[in-house]
């Protein structure tokens, strides 16, 4: 977690800026007069938004941030008008849960907003949120957009020269085939299992077991990946009560030191969230516990309640990701790699019609996609590779296809950094080399749609760059072979 790379620190100065967004957010709330509950609704809701709104230009983030109390005032009156009524609540809760999935197929705006809606009514659960209380809870949520909104798009607008990673392109498809429909019906399924497991354990606290089932079904698509984070928020939570346990029951909701650590918390949970889910729900839990404490109602027994509680939402998400409408690993895993493949495929062409005099031809982009996908790709195998995973055949084979395609990538990066350089030009024999790395592609993923060489072949001999992009080009070729024989083997069955 703190050995990974954190190029411009981004993930610093987003995790900072979070502390002082929602900080600004809690104060605003605190200075208008409100209560406990709505300060406490004002600081998630502030989280919330800096924490999911994720579209790829400012204007669109801003847009998407405007729209969050569109989203979350009607689930807000819902879940405070059905609160005597169970029966009623929990049906609109997953009515709330399947639209909130379903959206994301409108991309980083339907995400957004569909996780706003949920944590929205889950909040209303945590507080025991009353219709008395509305007016409240409003003026906290709209305070703390303003104040969370100030500070993101205006005292340190970071994506303005950062912008944000580029997000692969997600699967498409038709009705149940569509990954945002398929899991729709998963996480729904999950959902009604964590309901009524969790009132079984608790009439209070049941919802921690749903807000379990519906984050394991965030950035999943398969059974392994669904596993895998659910194992994973399992280890964070466990250590997190831990924690809570020595820092949160002992400070007692005392004001001034629970804020600090909260602000470490808020930190960390901006900060890990890249790299480790493990992590981002270690400071997640520790943080809740923190808000039992404010509110005067944390003791052990609780927090104990909280582990038996999200075991019970892994649990439902595994079995609905199981039983419902399953995807196996391997479908998802070669979908990711393929497209990976297809990516170090475009960003060659792009270099070698740069390299070959097209000024309109820029591998940058591709280089960047690339990268992407690359993300996603990890998460696709992270079951493979998972230290508890048993067969180490399939383990190591899938540690191959990692390790080379992150090969394929430091060669992508450094050809499209020598295709930048304006002396670079074009050689004769750089035309043979994206030839058969065209060629090794196709024995890959079959014929791509863009030609590597789209121009004639220039002078034999030496030119400015050419040794530099041939070198990238012969890496590229050795690495794109030997993936043949990994992707081939037992990690094709997993």
Known sequence: M????????LRLRIALRAVLGIGLA????????????????????????????????????????????AVGFPVLALAAVL??????????????????????????RGHALGIFAFMTFFVAQFLHAVPGLLPQLYAATALSLAASSAVRFGVWCVERRTPPPLAPAAPTGRGLSRPTTRQAFQATAACAFAIAAGQLLSHERWYWAVGTAWWIFVNTSSRGETLVRGFRRVVGTVTGIAAGLLVAVPLDGAPAPTAAIVAVCVWGIFYTAPLSYSWMMFFVTVLAGLLYGLLGVLDPALLALRVTETAVGALGAVLAVALVLPVTTHAV??????????????????AARRLA?????????????LEAVLGRVRLALAPLVHPLNPVRARKERARQVLALLDDCAREVRGLAAVAADPDASHDARLTAACGRVEAAVEVLVGAVPERAVTTAAGVPGHHPGAEQALAHLHGLER????????LRGPLASA
Do not use: K, N
Request: proline fraction near 9%.
């Open 2 to 9: 703190f050995m990974a790379p954190d190029p411009g620190l």
């Open 26 to 69: 809690v104060t605003a709330s605190e200075l208008a007069g409100l209560s406990l509950p709505a300060s406490i609704t004002g600081g998630l809701t502030a989280l919330l938004a800096l924490f999911t709104v994720g579209d790829p230009t400012v204007r669109g983030q801003a847009l998407t941030t405007a729209l969050l109390p």
């Open 83 to 108: 609160h005597a009524v169970p029966t009623v609540r929990d049906a609109v809760w997953l009515a709330v849960v399947f639209g909130g999935v379903y959206a994301r197929r409108w991309g980083p």
């Open 333 to 350: 895993t070669d979908r990711w790699v393929g497209q990976a493949v297809r990516a170090v495929h475009g960003c060659t062409a792009a």
């Open 357 to 369: 005099g097209d000024p309109g031809a820029d591998p940058a982009p591709r280089a960047a996609e």
């Open 479 to 486: 690495a794109l072979a030997a993936l043949a024989a990994p």
